[in-house]
């Protein structure tokens, strides 16, 4: 697979968006996705193996340098930025305090609690 041209403007809007959406770090992202992962009897397997999806590889993304993306990152990039999007813009009338709108952005890496 060839590794896309990381001098492309449109590369470079996509790494600023994503990381400007991707607002939690990727330490506070693989506790949030390793908490998700676990279950009462603990971890169905390796953590590392259950962690959620696509938040495992969003995390990966955050542990690269943009010239070590693949061009499969730069899909789960761009489907990470638009998901945050959409849930962003259909905002639950009790905000922030829906647990459920919450967990699926804090999924994707975003804390809409945390001022941006």
């Given at each position: ?5 990381r ?5 470079n ?11 939690v ?5 693989r506790?949030?996705?390793l ?5 009462e ?8 193996q ?27 990039m ?9 849930l962003?813009?259909d905002?639950p ?7 459920r709108?919450?967990?699926a ?6 804390d ?5």
């Amino acid at each position: 697979m060839p590794t896309p041209d990381r001098t492309d403007p449109e590369v470079n809007e996509l790494w600023d968006d994503f990381h400007a959406y991707v607002n939690v770090d990727s330490g506070q992202l693989r506790n949030w996705l390793l908490v998700r992962a676990s279950n009462e009897d603990g971890f169905p397997g390796p953590p590392e193996q259950t962690m959620p999806q696509p938040g495992g590889a969003i995390l990966d993304i955050l542990g690269r340098r943009k010239v070590d993306l693949t061009d499969g990152d730069l899909d789960v990039m761009r489907t990470t930025v638009d998901q945050i999007q959409d849930l962003l813009a259909d905002r639950p009338a009790n905000g922030a305090t829906d647990d459920r709108w919450r967990h699926a952005l804090l999924d994707l890496g975003h804390d809409p609690l945390r001022a941006t």
